[in-house]
């Protein structure tokens, strides 16, 4: 056939160019643009020398960095106490110092302007905890490529917290707890009410709210709430059927328990005996003892009903207002609600 070869070499060609970017290619498109649309970072611009302050504000571009200046020592922890800034430019060794000491868990990337070039003054500066260091007299061009590496830094690292956050929501498995991820409740729990309507099989959700958890945070500390919660998630999991009943967390201190192939009554005394299990043995939390209850609500179905739009979503409504009714009936207890298919 005349034309043959070209017809195939071409077709090669357009495969090649349709094929998606590697992995790699990809990463690095997905970086550029996200750097590309970050605001400015911002910085705190520390100089207790005024003219030198000033030509410091002249020379950083507002495109470069977000400034913001601080005239003496005290002014300028103040400013970084209140709002972290992930770039400082400073003149003193001891706002150096002082921040480095802080013991939060950021820290910024810190240039030094030295009152002289020289080995002794930047070494004084590294040595303090600067990650950079000019002399006052710096050219343009070799300051703006200062700023510009720390900028660049600054931007790296906003990239990799937002991607470690999007990573966390994507994830199955809640970091926390080691149960199902809300996401993982809202993609699974529909498709096992889907399941069950499709056999006409029971199924039941069980919705629980640990009780007063903000008092617990309140008088005890975050770090405390966290241990109870990494300790609540596993201990529901320990009273159900292993590879057939599911935990998800999904609110900070409100749990669903997927049921399948329970119907209402047996959902009741799951729920019953979680509650027990809850409330019998203390948590330990920090270096303490301390016991805690939760409310329960209850969505039975004896039989899924098939054909029903948004069923999980209801079943989900129901449960909730179950759980809503314990709680103002006093907490620590159990409440259900079943729900019927309509020739029940
Ligand atoms: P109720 O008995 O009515 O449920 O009262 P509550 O205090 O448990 O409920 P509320 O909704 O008022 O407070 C829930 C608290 O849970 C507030 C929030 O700070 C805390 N919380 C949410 N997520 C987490 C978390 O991951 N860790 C810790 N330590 N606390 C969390
Ligand atoms: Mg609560
Ligand atoms: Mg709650």
């Given at each position: 056939?005349?034309?043959?070869?070209?017809?195939?070499?071409?077709?090669?060609?357009?495969?090649?160019?349709?094929?998606?970017?590697?992995?790699?290619?990809?990463?690095?498109?997905?970086?550029?643009?996200?750097?590309?649309?970050?605001?400015?970072?911002?910085?705190?611009?520390?100089?207790?020398?005024?003219?030198?302050?000033?030509?410091?504000?002249?020379?950083?571009?507002?495109?470069?960095?977000?400034?913001?200046?601080?005239?003496?020592?005290?002014?300028?922890?103040?400013?970084?106490?209140?709002?972290?800034?992930?770039?400082?430019?400073?003149?003193?060794?001891?706002?150096?110092?002082?921040?480095?000491?802080?013991?939060?868990?950021?820290?910024?990337?810190?240039?030094?302007?030295?009152?002289?070039?020289?080995?002794?003054?930047?070494?004084?500066?590294?040595?303090?905890?600067?990650?950079?260091?000019?002399?006052?007299?710096?050219?343009?061009?070799?300051?703006?490529?200062?700023?510009?590496?720390?900028?660049?830094?600054?931007?790296?690292?906003?990239?990799?917290?937002?991607?470690?956050?999007?990573?966390?929501?994507?994830?199955?498995?809640d970091?926390l707890t080691?149960v199902a991820s809300r996401r993982?409740f809202g993609?699974?729990?529909?498709?096992?009410?889907?399941?069950?309507?499709?056999?006409?099989?029971?199924?039941?959700?069980?919705l629980c709210d640990i009780?007063?958890f903000k008092?617990?945070?309140?008088?005890?500390?975050?770090?405390?709430g966290?241990?109870?919660l990494?300790?609540f998630g596993?201990?529901?999991?320990?009273?159900?059927?292993?590879?057939?009943?599911?935990v998800a967390r999904i609110g900070g201190e409100e749990f669903a328990i997927?049921?399948?192939?329970?119907?209402?009554?047996?959902?009741?005394?799951?729920?019953?005996?979680?509650?027990?299990?809850?409330?019998?043995?203390?948590?330990?939390?920090?270096?303490?003892?301390?016991?805690?209850?939760a409310s329960?609500g209850?969505?039975?179905?004896?039989?899924?009903?098939?054909?029903?739009?948004?069923?999980?979503?209801?079943?989900l409504?129901?449960a909730d207002?179950?759980l809503y009714?314990?709680k103002?009936?006093?907490?620590?207890?159990?409440?259900?609600?079943?729900?019927?298919?309509?020739?029940?």
């Open positions: 056939m005349p034309g043959g070869h070209t017809t195939v070499i071409q077709r090669v060609l357009e495969r090649r160019g349709q094929r998606p970017a590697s992995g790699d290619e990809g990463t690095t498109a997905t970086v550029a643009v996200m750097v590309r649309v970050l605001p400015p970072p911002k910085a705190l611009l520390a100089f207790e020398d005024a003219p030198l302050r000033a030509l410091m504000e002249g020379r950083v571009r507002p495109d470069m960095l977000d400034c913001e200046s601080a005239a003496d020592e005290a002014q300028a922890l103040r400013c970084f106490e209140a709002e972290f800034r992930p770039v400082v430019l400073t003149d003193s060794a001891e706002v150096v110092r002082k921040i480095r000491a802080r013991s939060a868990l950021r820290a910024p990337y810190i240039l030094y302007v030295a009152e002289l070039d020289d080995s002794a003054e930047r070494e004084a500066g590294l040595t303090a905890g600067a990650d950079d260091c000019v002399g006052r007299r710096v050219s343009e061009r070799e300051f703006e490529a200062r700023v510009g590496a720390a900028k660049r830094i600054a931007e790296l690292e906003t990239v990799l917290r937002i991607t470690l956050a999007e990573n966390r929501k994507l994830s199955a498995i970091d080691r993982f993609k699974h729990f529909p498709r096992e009410v889907e399941r069950a309507a499709r056999y006409a099989r029971s199924l039941s959700l069980i009780d007063n008092k617990i945070n309140d008088t005890l500390g975050h770090a405390a966290d241990d109870i990494r300790q596993p201990r529901l999991q320990r009273q159900l059927r292993k590879g057939i009943d599911w997927v049921t399948p192939e329970t119907d209402y009554e047996s959902a009741l005394a799951v729920a019953r005996k979680l509650r027990a299990a809850v409330g019998e043995t203390a948590f330990r939390a920090t270096s303490k003892k301390l016991q805690v209850t329960f209850v969505c039975g179905m004896d039989r899924v009903p098939v054909g029903e739009s948004r069923l999980a979503e209801r079943v409504k129901i207002a179950a009714r314990s103002k009936d006093g907490r620590n207890r159990v409440t259900a609600a079943i729900l019927k298919g309509r020739g029940d």
